[in-house]
């Protein structure tokens, strides 16, 4: 079922991620009954936010901060914006930093991301944009107790399961979520890496989408 977007103030996507947005939310019915239950934990934490007019802070936590969770977060940022639902402001980290990984960067761009690099290095940093009409995101691999990241009263939502069996307390947060998704670097210098990066990066953008569709 596609939610009627009439009742919220929905931002205007770039055009290209917009074309990815209207063709995956028509999956929502796809998404499997445990993850929904899971999803709507999320939705529900973000609800209960925004009708006592709090901020909203979620940062999305894997081991190395270079693929599933910058997915999440740049997904989770443009459903918020793409849905209406203000005070949102998204973050990610691992419990190590490495890099934003080119791979999982390109699949974001091919979804529609329009991502610059700012700075060389081993960890080099990006600029997003998912809106004209929005502030960009800057990104990079962090800790996710870096101090560009929330440091109290947010959500913690665990994008890998080793990061959420190795790191069983988030300081700081006031909600922990397990929303894990397999990893597409399993794939990585085999000739389904580009198809497998997309597969995840469309898994994680109908997942985040589902869940800032069912805010109230």
């Not at 009742?7 to 209207?22: N, R």
């Not at 080119?102 to 060389?120: C, L, Y």
Request: a positive charge; aromatic letters at 8%.
């Amino acid at each position: 079922m596609i939610p009627n977007e009439s009742k919220k103030g929905v931002g205007t996507l770039l055009l290209a991620l917009m074309g990815t947005v209207e063709r995956i939310r028509r999956d929502f019915d796809k998404i499997p009954e445990d993850r929904k239950n899971l999803l709507s934990e999320l939705a529900d934490f973000i609800g209960e936010k925004v009708r006592v007019g709090q901020p909203v802070s979620l940062n999305f936590i894997c081991t190395h901060n270079s693929r599933r969770s910058h997915m999440a977060q740049l997904w989770a940022q443009a459903a918020a914006y793409h849905y209406g639902v203000r005070g949102v402001t998204c973050y990610s980290g691992g419990t190590e930093a490495t890099a934003f990984n080119p791979r999982a960067v390109e699949a974001m761009r091919n979804v529609g991301f329009q991502i610059t690099k700012t700075s060389d290095g081993a960890n080099p940093s990006y600029e997003v944009i998912y809106s004209k009409e929005a502030p960009a995101l800057k990104v990079f691999s962090k800790r996710y107790n870096d101090p560009v990241n929330p440091a109290k009263d947010f959500a913690a939502i665990m994008t890998c399961s080793h990061a959420d069996q190795n790191c069983p307390l988030v300081l700081g947060a006031s909600k922990r979520i397990a929303i894990t998704y397999d990893d597409p670097k399993d794939f990585d210098d085999t000739p389904v890496a580009e198809t497998k990066y997309r597969e995840r990066a469309v898994q994680i953008g109908t997942e985040m989408l589902y869940v800032f569709a069912r805010v109230k």
